[in-house]
């Protein structure tokens, strides 16, 4: 009889975890490229300098239009190519001042 509860229990496990990632991937950011929510988290790592400082950079790619973007903690998603050229702030954007 403790067959059947242990195959009901691996049964129930299985379909909770099928759940979890069901609900997790339907959170999925939008693409800065193309506006889809088909980006998805590829891979992370932490780094560390040598006066304690520490920080965790994530790469993110789109499925979509194949864009590959990084970010640094919970900063702004950085293309991959401007990320390589030493950009870590996110792209800049322009502010109107009115000269009058």
Request: hydrophobic letters at 40%.
């Amino acid at each position: 009889m403790w067959q059947v509860g242990a195959i009901v229990g691996m049964f129930g496990a299985t379909y909770a975890a099928f759940l979890a990632s069901a609900a997790f991937s339907l959170r999925r950011r939008p693409c800065p490229g193309c506006g889809t929510k088909l980006l998805r988290h590829v891979a992370t790592r932490r780094l560390f300098e040598s006066d304690g400082k520490r920080w965790i950079e994530s790469l993110y790619r789109c499925s979509a239009c194949r864009g590959e973007f990084l970010r640094r903690d919970k900063g702004p998603l950085v293309p991959r190519h401007l990320w390589t050229a030493g950009m870590r702030d996110g792209i800049p954007t322009a502010r109107l001042i009115d000269r009058d």
